[in-house]
């Protein structure tokens, strides 16, 4: 008869084994003793308690300094896999423009590497969240928002991209190539993109407001972006100025539209196809060569926050809002699943996540361009925030992690990380969330 995990590691009375651990009940404490004997575990034993462990609540499984220590200086261990979040740091950090594991001197305050006193409206995070791209909210009356790259580990410096002082506006979208070497993002209409982590200027495009435009009008002229997976094309436009589609590395415009509306805008997998939201609730797709239409189809949502398409170009992501029941219900967070079958719309499944935070709405003017959706190797993720809260859920409507306030959010090019900002910042590492059949329906 085979030993049991309680027999290989310890005594069936002794409370501090791993295998006593594991058939208690999950809490803080009990994740505090079991990290340390996940480190000495054989390698079967590990693979008996990971899914023990993966089912527990995520916020119990935080991950130890020791093990982050390791994991950002490229050392990974079997056991990390095991921890759900890490608090990266907060915004005193960033404006420090040190990891925060290094501290602030108080002599040192006076002379902070950037302004992030009213916070943040975006994050970029490469596949590993070794660094991030971040930016501030703006000080209307004085400043615009700075971005920069803060180096969350003391192997990555930190590098200011664009100072604040230099405009009004604050940016609220930022995106990584898939690589992480190039980020994209747009402040007044001026799409700038960079080389990083280094910070150095690779190119810039006008996309400036038309002269009836409300620049306060966050929904029309705020810039969307998005990457192809290949890298080899980067997408971003707007609702008042169009979409161009670029070489991200050169800044080469191959395709120019009129605004169509726009609003947000997503990339197949080689940049052949071009997805961006239509009127209401529909979605166009066309061909980035010739810019020809291709598809128009009514998602059946009440609006269009995020796009994403699948990895292998097969499926489209459309996180949105819906309205169930009355006239003046709320809108709510939801999602279609789209297969596409050539030009046409093979078959749709909606996604009505249930658990929401309750003050969670899909309508917002935050809503409308914070939003944020994936499809990696995590399957379809969407992220969706607003003024009063946050939640990310899955393709299949189950809700995996929730803010109970506004945080700007932004998944790694891989869809396996989640980096959330409020006054504190952190990373949720999709894979370690409780275990979830990771494919998705494609229509039905």
């Known amino acids: 008869m085979p030993r049991t995990a309680t027999e290989r590691h310890g005594m069936d009375g002794d409370p501090t084994t791993l295998a006593a651990i594991l058939a208690g009940e999950p809490s803080a404490p009990a994740w505090e003793q079991a990290w340390p004997l996940l480190e000495q575990a054989p390698a079967d034993l590990l693979a008996e308690a990971a899914p023990v462990l993966l089912a527990w609540p995520p916020r119990l499984r935080p991950m130890p300094d020791h093990w982050w220590q390791r994991y950002a200086a490229g050392q990974a261990d079997p056991w990390h896999a095991l921890a759900a979040w890490r608090r990266l740091g907060d915004l005193q950090d960033v404006e420090s423009g040190r990891p925060a594991e290094t501290g602030r001197d108080e002599e040192d305050e006076g002379d902070d590497f950037a302004y992030f006193y009213h916070g943040a409206t975006s994050v970029a995070c490469p596949a590993e969240p070794r660094w991030l791209v971040v930016t501030a909210a703006a000080e209307w009356h004085h400043n615009g928002g700075d971005i920069?790259?803060?180096?969350?580990?003391?192997?990555?410096?930190?590098?200011?991209?664009?100072?604040?002082?230099?405009?009004?506006?604050?940016?609220?979208?930022?995106?990584?190539?898939?690589?992480?070497?190039?980020?994209?993002?747009?402040?007044?209409?001026?799409?700038?993109?960079?080389?990083?982590?280094?910070?150095?200027?690779?190119?810039?495009?006008?996309?400036?407001?038309?002269?009836?435009?409300?620049?306060?009008?966050?929904?029309?002229?705020?810039?969307?972006?998005?990457?192809?997976?290949?890298?080899?094309?980067?997408?971003?436009?707007?609702?008042?100025?169009?979409?161009?589609?670029?070489?991200?590395?050169?800044?080469?415009?191959?395709?120019?539209?009129?605004?169509?509306?726009?609003?947000?805008?997503?990339?197949?997998?080689?940049?052949?196809?071009?997805?961006?939201?239509?009127?209401?609730?529909?979605?166009?797709?066309?061909?980035?060569?010739?810019?020809?239409?291709?598809?128009?189809?009514?998602?059946?949502?009440?609006?269009?926050?995020?796009?994403?398409?699948?990895?292998?170009?097969?499926?489209?992501?459309?996180?949105?809002?819906?309205?169930?029941?009355?006239?003046?219900?709320?809108?709510?967070?939801?999602?279609?699943?789209?297969?596409?079958?050539?030009?046409?719309?093979?078959?749709?499944?909606?996604?009505?996540?249930?658990?929401?935070?309750?003050?969670?709405?899909?309508?917002?003017?935050?809503?409308?361009?914070?939003?944020?959706?994936?499809?990696?190797?995590?399957?379809?993720?969407?992220?969706?925030?607003?003024?009063?809260?946050?939640?990310?859920?899955?393709?299949?409507?189950?809700?995996?992690?929730?803010?109970?306030?506004?945080?700007?959010?932004?998944?790694s090019t891989d869809g396996r990380v989640l980096v959330t900002v409020t006054e504190t910042i952190s990373a949720v590492f999709v894979d370690a969330l409780p275990p979830a059949d990771r494919s998705a329906p494609r229509g039905e």
């Not at 990457?227 to 800044?251: E, K, M, W």
């Not at 529909?282 to 980035?288: A, H």
């Open 148 to 411: 920069v790259v803060w180096g969350t580990a003391p192997q990555a410096p930190s590098a200011m991209l664009l100072d604040g002082a230099r405009f009004h506006d604050e940016a609220l979208d930022t995106q990584l190539s898939p690589d992480g070497t190039i980020a994209v993002s747009s402040v007044e209409g001026r799409v700038h993109a960079w080389r990083v982590p280094e910070g150095t200027e690779a190119w810039q495009l006008n996309l400036g407001p038309n002269e009836d435009d409300d620049f306060f009008d966050t929904e029309r002229t705020t810039v969307r972006i998005g990457f192809s997976a290949d890298g080899s094309r980067v997408a971003a436009g707007s609702a008042a100025r169009g979409v161009r589609v670029l070489d991200p590395y050169t800044g080469e415009v191959v395709l120019e539209l009129a605004a169509d509306p726009l609003g947000p805008v997503a990339l197949d997998p080689t940049g052949r196809r071009l997805a961006h939201a239509g009127r209401a609730g529909e979605i166009v797709v066309r061909d980035t060569g010739s810019g020809a239409e291709l598809l128009r189809h009514d998602s059946g949502l009440l609006r269009v926050n995020a796009l994403a398409f699948a990895p292998d170009g097969g499926g489209l992501l459309v996180a949105g809002g819906v309205r169930e029941g009355a006239e003046d219900a709320p809108v709510t967070p939801a999602a279609v699943l789209l297969t596409l079958d050539g030009d046409a719309v093979g078959g749709a499944a909606p996604v009505r996540p249930q658990g929401l935070p309750a003050k969670l709405t899909g309508d917002s003017p935050l809503a409308t361009v914070c939003t944020r959706a994936v499809w990696g190797q995590c399957g379809p993720l969407v992220y969706a925030a607003d003024d009063d809260a946050t939640a990310l859920f899955d393709g299949r409507g189950r809700v995996l992690w929730t803010e109970p306030a506004m945080a700007a959010g932004g998944f």
